[in-house]
C-alpha cells in the first residue's frame, strides 16, 4: 500500500510539473505576465492546500483553514498590481527610469535610462541581468564588430550576417556600408526586436527596410538554411548566460565556417572582464582550432573581436583608406572616436601566431564540454590578469603599401591605446 501511494504522488507530481512547466512559460506568462502569473499560482496553491486541509480537518485544524484563506485573499491583491511592476522594481534597484517592458517564453526584456557622470544613456536587461546598452563605449565597440571586419575584407562583401540583435547598433552598423546587398539580423527573443527602438546610434536598424530582420535562434538560422555569407559577426550575451556557450563552441564555428563564402569571415566578440584567463584562453582555443588565419583587435578596453577566415586576410592599406573615406562608414566610425585609417588599424592586437601562444595548451570549448558557462556573469579582478596576457603576445599590424607617414600614424594611435590599457 505504502509503495502504491508513492508511486500514485510521484506520477502524478510528475504530470503537474510537465504540465506546468507548459502552460506557465508558454502561455501564461506571455499572455498574463510574470507578475499576475505568480499571482494566480499562488492562489491555486492555497486551494489545494485549502481542499486537503478541509478534507483530512478535525477541529483543531480550523486555524490552519483560516491562515491559507487569509493568504488567498493577500495573493489576490496581486492581481491589482500592473503588469510591469516588476520592471518598476529592476528600475528602482538600478537607480534607474523604465523606458520599455516586455515578458515573453523567452524571458522579460528591459530598457532603463540610467544618469553617469559622462551623461545619460540606456541599458538593455534580459532577465533582470544587464546585457548591453548605448553608451559611447558599448556604441564603439558594436560599430566595430561590424565595420572593421567588413573594411578589411579581402573581397568585396555583399552579404552579411549579425547574429543577436540587442541595441541594435552592430546590425545597425551595416547600413553604413554601400556595398552590401543583403543585411540579416537574427534574434532570439521578439521583445528584444520591440526594444531596441529604443537605443540611439543603431542609425534605425530595427524598423530599416533594408534589414532582414528575423526573429530565430542564430545557430539553427544557419542550421536550416544553406546561405553562404561574406561575413558572419555576432555579439551575444556573454558564455556564462544560460545557453549561449552554443555560440562559442567549436561546432558551432564549424558550422559557420561552412557557411561561409571563399574569403567570408568570422568575427566573434570576446568580452574580457567575463571569464579568468583559463577560460579565457579555452575560448579562443576553440576559434583558432578551426580557422587557419585569425587576427585579434581591441574594440574597447574591455572588448576584443577575434576575426577568422579560410584565407589570408592582407591589411592592404589602399583598400582599408578607400572604403574609410566612404562618407557614411567615416561618419559612423569617428563619432566613436575612430576618425581615420590609421586609427582603424592601430586597434590591431596580434594574429594566429601571438594567440596560439596565449592559449598554450588550454583545450577548446565543445558542444559536450561547455566548462566556461558554468561560471559568474562578471569576474573582478580577472582583467588584471587576462589583459597583460593578451598584450603579452601584441605584434605590429602586418601593414601592406604604408607609406612612412600612415605607418607613423599607426604607431601613435597604438601608443595611446597602450597608455588607456596601462
Same mark, same amino acid.
Given at each position: 500500500?505504502?509503495?502504491?501511494?508513492?508511486?500514485?504522488?510521484?506520477?502524478?507530481?510528475?504530470?503537474?510539473?510537465?504540465?506546468?512547466?507548459?502552460?506557465?512559460?508558454?502561455?501564461?506568462?506571455?499572455?498574463?505576465?510574470?507578475?499576475?502569473?505568480?499571482?494566480?499560482?499562488?492562489?491555486?496553491?492555497?486551494?489545494?492546500?485549502?481542499?486537503?486541509?478541509?478534507?483530512?480537518?478535525?477541529?483543531?485544524?480550523?486555524?490552519?483553514?483560516?491562515?491559507?484563506?487569509?493568504?488567498?485573499?493577500?495573493?489576490?491583491?496581486?492581481?491589482?498590481?500592473?503588469?510591469?511592476?516588476?520592471?518598476?522594481?529592476?528600475?528602482?534597484?538600478?537607480?534607474?527610469?523604465?523606458?520599455?517592458?516586455?515578458?515573453?517564453?523567452?524571458?522579460?526584456?528591459?530598457?532603463?535610462?540610467?544618469?553617469?557622470?559622462?551623461?545619460?544613456?540606456?541599458?538593455?536587461?534580459?532577465?533582470?541581468?544587464?546585457?548591453?546598452?548605448?553608451?559611447?563605449?558599448?556604441?564603439?565597440?558594436?560599430?566595430?564588430?561590424?565595420?572593421?571586419? #567588413?573594411?578589411?575584407?579581402?573581397?568585396?562583401?555583399?552579404?552579411?550576417?549579425?547574429?543577436? #540583435?540587442?541595441?541594435?547598433?552592430?546590425?545597425?552598423?551595416?547600413?553604413?556600408?554601400?556595398?552590401?546587398?543583403?543585411?540579416?539580423?537574427?534574434?532570439?527573443?521578439?521583445?528584444?526586436?520591440?526594444?531596441?527602438?529604443?537605443?540611439?546610434?543603431?542609425?534605425?536598424?530595427?524598423?530599416?527596410?533594408?534589414?532582414?530582420?528575423?526573429?530565430?535562434?542564430?545557430?539553427?538560422?544557419?542550421?536550416?538554411?544553406?546561405?553562404?555569407?561574406?561575413?558572419?559577426?555576432?555579439?551575444?550575451?556573454?558564455?556564462?548566460?544560460?545557453?549561449?556557450?552554443?555560440?562559442?563552441?567549436?561546432?558551432?564555428?564549424?558550422?559557420?565556417?561552412?557557411?561561409?563564402?571563399?574569403?567570408?569571415?568570422?568575427?566573434?566578440?570576446?568580452?574580457?572582464?567575463?571569464?579568468?584567463?583559463?577560460?579565457?584562453?579555452?575560448?579562443?582555443?576553440?576559434?583558432?582550432?578551426?580557422?587557419?588565419?585569425?587576427?585579434?583587435?581591441?574594440?574597447?578596453?574591455?572588448?576584443?573581436?577575434?576575426?577568422?577566415?579560410?584565407?589570408?586576410?592582407?591589411?592592404?592599406?589602399?583598400?582599408?583608406?578607400?572604403?574609410?573615406?566612404?562618407?557614411?562608414?567615416?561618419?559612423?566610425?569617428?563619432?566613436?572616436?575612430?576618425?581615420?585609417?590609421?586609427?582603424?588599424?592601430?586597434?590591431?592586437?596580434?594574429?594566429?601566431?601571438?594567440?596560439?601562444?596565449?592559449?598554450?595548451?588550454?583545450?577548446?570549448?565543445?558542444?559536450?564540454?561547455?566548462?566556461?558557462?558554468?561560471?559568474?556573469?562578471?569576474?573582478?579582478?580577472?582583467?588584471?590578469?587576462?589583459?597583460?596576457?593578451?598584450?603579452?603576445?601584441?605584434?605590429?599590424?602586418?601593414?601592406?603599401?604604408?607609406?612612412?607617414?600612415?605607418?607613423?600614424?599607426?604607431?601613435?594611435?597604438?601608443?595611446?591605446?597602450?597608455?588607456?590599457?596601462?
Amino acid at each position: 500500500a505504502a509503495g502504491h501511494s508513492i508511486g500514485r504522488v510521484t506520477a502524478w507530481n510528475t504530470v503537474g510539473a510537465v504540465a506546468g512547466t507548459m502552460l506557465v512559460g508558454f502561455i501564461a506568462i506571455p499572455r498574463l505576465g510574470l507578475t499576475l502569473s505568480l499571482a494566480l499560482l499562488v492562489i491555486l496553491s492555497c486551494l489545494i492546500g485549502v481542499v486537503a486541509v478541509v478534507a483530512g480537518s478535525t477541529p483543531g485544524r480550523r486555524p490552519v483553514v483560516i491562515a491559507v484563506t487569509v493568504l488567498i485573499a493577500c495573493a489576490s491583491s496581486a492581481l491589482l498590481l500592473p503588469r510591469d511592476k516588476l520592471g518598476h522594481v529592476l528600475a528602482a534597484l538600478e537607480s534607474g527610469t523604465l523606458a520599455f517592458y516586455a515578458e515573453g517564453a523567452g524571458g522579460s526584456v528591459a530598457v532603463l535610462e540610467q544618469e553617469t557622470p559622462a551623461g545619460d544613456f540606456r541599458r538593455l536587461y534580459i532577465a533582470g541581468v544587464s546585457n548591453s546598452g548605448d553608451s559611447l563605449a558599448s556604441r564603439r565597440y558594436m560599430r566595430l564588430q561590424a565595420l572593421l571586419p #567588413l573594411i578589411v575584407h579581402p573581397g568585396a562583401p555583399s552579404r552579411a550576417m549579425v547574429i543577436a #540583435l540587442g541595441t541594435g547598433i552592430t546590425c545597425g552598423a551595416l547600413l553604413a556600408d554601400p556595398g552590401l546587398e543583403q543585411r540579416t539580423c537574427v534574434e532570439l527573443l521578439p521583445e528584444v526586436a520591440a526594444a531596441a527602438g529604443e537605443f540611439s546610434g543603431n542609425l534605425g536598424a530595427p524598423g530599416d527596410p533594408r534589414i532582414d530582420l528575423r526573429i530565430a535562434d542564430g545557430r539553427h538560422e544557419l542550421l536550416r538554411s544553406d546561405e553562404q555569407w561574406d561575413l558572419v559577426t555576432l555579439e551575444p550575451p556573454p558564455p556564462s548566460a544560460a545557453g549561449v556557450v552554443n555560440l562559442y563552441s567549436r561546432e558551432f564555428y564549424e558550422l559557420v565556417r561552412a557557411r561561409l563564402s571563399a574569403d567570408g569571415m568570422l568575427a566573434q566578440w570576446w568580452p574580457l572582464p567575463t571569464q579568468n584567463l583559463e577560460d579565457s584562453r579555452s575560448l579562443v582555443r576553440s576559434f583558432i582550432d578551426v580557422f587557419p588565419y585569425v587576427t585579434l583587435w581591441s574594440t574597447e578596453v574591455h572588448e576584443m573581436m577575434l576575426v577568422g577566415s579560410m584565407r589570408p586576410m592582407p591589411l592592404d592599406v589602399a583598400r582599408v583608406r578607400s572604403r574609410f573615406a566612404r562618407p557614411d562608414v567615416a561618419a559612423t566610425l569617428e563619432e566613436v572616436g575612430i576618425d581615420s585609417a590609421a586609427a582603424l588599424l592601430a586597434t590591431w592586437v596580434t594574429d594566429r601566431d601571438g594567440l596560439v601562444t596565449f592559449v598554450g595548451d588550454s583545450p577548446p570549448v565543445t558542444d559536450d564540454r561547455p566548462r566556461i558557462e558554468v561560471a559568474p556573469w562578471l569576474r573582478p579582478g580577472e582583467m588584471a590578469r587576462i589583459l597583460p596576457a593578451v598584450l603579452a603576445v601584441t605584434t605590429d599590424p602586418p601593414l601592406l603599401g604604408a607609406d612612412d607617414a600612415f605607418a607613423e600614424r599607426v604607431d601613435r594611435h597604438r601608443g595611446e591605446l597602450g597608455l588607456l590599457f596601462q
